[in-house]
């Protein structure tokens, strides 16, 4: 009888969380990947720790799904937007913004990379914290098409939703309450995030 209580209680209570958390998560990671100052990562690992304690069983799907596709439609609005503003005065400004968030070495690295591997390196660049922008900024400065362009995303936001799914469900799995899960992952990709400035400012006085 508790049992029974306990289900009725949990399943209204999943459903509200669903109705919520769906949307809520795909308008985040969506502004996440047009303005990249938020954190998208962190944002698919506490969903998915949610998802892990939910009884629905495609709750872990639908997280990938959303956050997937949320990060591949942002990806190509950004990119959209980056192509109108190389042919635009206010654009240009725009893209500036934009441009002052990827350092020169990392650009000057991209544009290497993209040269050597195609899009292929796109992958790649969603995988890696502070990655993605380098990157688009050197598909923009190549005049990549955005067919190719899209055609290369796919696979990355594919690739980059599953790696953050599976450290939320990590942290799902290592504790037994969902918002000691929720921390854990959002500690954990933050951290990860970080690496890239860290090591950045620790070969800065070597590299002088």
């Keep these: 009888m508790i049992s029974l209580a306990a289900a009725s209680t949990t399943l209204p209570l999943e459903s509200t969380q669903q109705a919520i958390g769906y949307p809520s998560l795909f308008l985040l990671v969506l502004v996440g990947a047009l303005v990249p100052v938020v954190p998208t990562g962190a944002l698919v690992s506490s969903a998915a720790v949610v998802?892990?304690?939910?009884?629905?069983?495609?709750?872990?799907?639908?997280?990938?799904?959303?956050?997937?596709?949320?990060?591949?439609?942002?990806?190509?609005?950004?990119?959209?937007?980056?192509?109108?503003?190389?042919?635009?005065?206010?654009?240009?400004?725009?893209?500036?913004?934009?441009?002052?968030?990827?350092?020169?070495?990392?650009?000057?690295?991209?544009?290497?990379?993209?040269?050597?591997?195609?899009?292929?390196?796109?992958?790649?660049?969603?995988?890696?914290?502070?990655?993605?922008?380098?990157?688009?900024?050197?598909?923009?400065?190549?005049?990549?098409?955005?067919?190719?362009?899209?055609?290369?995303?796919?696979?990355?936001?594919?690739?980059?939703?599953?790696?953050?799914?599976?450290?939320?469900?990590?942290?799902?799995s290592l504790f037994p309450k969902p918002w000691e899960g929720v921390v854990a992952a959002v500690v954990l990709t933050l951290a990860v995030s970080s690496v890239p400035g860290v090591w950045r400012r620790m070969r800065g006085p070597a590299a002088s």
């Design 51 to 172: 998802a892990f304690h939910q009884t629905a069983p495609f709750a872990l799907a639908l997280v990938f799904v959303v956050g997937a596709l949320a990060a591949f439609l942002g990806d190509v609005a950004l990119y959209w937007l980056g192509r109108r503003g190389m042919r635009s005065r206010s654009g240009s400004r725009w893209l500036a913004r934009i441009r002052d968030r990827a350092p020169e070495d990392r650009l000057a690295q991209a544009q290497q990379k993209l040269d050597d591997h195609g899009v292929a390196v796109l992958t790649l660049s969603r995988l890696l914290p502070a990655g993605r922008v380098p990157v688009m900024l050197a598909c923009l400065m190549a005049r990549m098409p955005l067919r190719d362009f899209a055609r290369g995303d796919a696979p990355a936001c594919l690739a980059w939703a599953a790696t953050y799914q599976l450290i939320g469900i990590l942290g799902g």
